[in-house]
């Protein structure tokens, strides 16, 4: 055989036997670079591979899971991060981001008590956002939204929203946020029903931001939680008489406002019930057969309420009693043997 031909044959099979070496060290550690080491077996496996586009960094990648809307994968991570980094700077970063986990699963409760932590002890742009964060928790259970309890029972949560906002408030006092704090209590209180509470939180409303945004809403809100708060004729008219007080204070104070809210025809409201009032304490005299005391109260409601419906029907009771007109218009208690009563009716 030709040398010739001998040497091609000679290189086809120092290929062959080098094709079923191991591969060098070199290539052996680039190999290993794309595997993990199995804890389970102590081999060597290869990696799962990285979706293009996803961030290394735990924190980054829970950001962007929650972005995809994806908060139980974002949780399990940030779960992990917080409890092995308590020191990290970006700790508060961390359990911020585990609030919006929660948040995101509708999960307030647990949502509000990681914002409460971060505004607690973080300042600047995170604190801000934590604020934030509280008081849209604070207004979702006011307005009904439960707290989950054991992951089944849902409670209501009315008192955990205004004691959340209180503490945003109290944390940031005089601040754009702290008012909004404020009058989503007035506002709750308002609609509940409960009209004290309400003035009390727009009073403070109004004290606290004298030249704030709400100004005239609360000046108003609190006249009408005022002249709510009057339960009906049968009882004490003393809210009624706040809420005349605030009313006018208000149209001193806002008078074009006043005119767009008509507080002139709710301050006659306010007369026409107040006469309405002294009507039924003389009906209750007369059928109680007391007419000196009965007289006295129709002879006050023509001083006092002209021009009301309760005028026209006391102008006719004393017809029907015998009291002529002209000593019905003398002032009230001062006609001869009529003295003002020693009871008020009940």
Known sequence: MSRRRTYPLMILAFLTVAGRLPPAPAQEQKYRERQVLDPQTDRWVDAAPVPEGVPEDPLDRARALLAQSKPAEARRILRKWVKEN?????????????????YQSRDFWKAVQQYQNVAENASGELFQLAQARCLDVGRAFLAGQKRILWGIFRLPAWDDGVEILDRVWQREPGSRIGE??????GDFRFARGDMDLAQDEYAGLVEQY???RYVQYAMLRTAEA?????PGIKFDDRPLLEADQKYRQ?????PGYAERERIGERLEGIRQQRAEKDLDIARWYERTRRPDAAQYYYRRILRDW?????????RSRLRAMGVHLEDAEAPAGGQPGVAPPQEVAP
Request: charged share 30%; hydrophobic share 35%.
């Open 86 to 102: 308590p020191d990290d700077e970006r700790y508060y970063e961390g359990v911020y981001l585990l609030g919006e986990s929660y």
């Open 180 to 185: 909004l704090a404020l009058k989503y209590k």
């Open 210 to 212: 004298p030249s704030g």
């Open 226 to 230: 005022a002249e709510a708060a009057f």
């Open 250 to 254: 208000f149209e001193d104070t806002f």
């Open 306 to 314: 002209p021009g009301t419906l309760a005028e026209a029907e006391a």
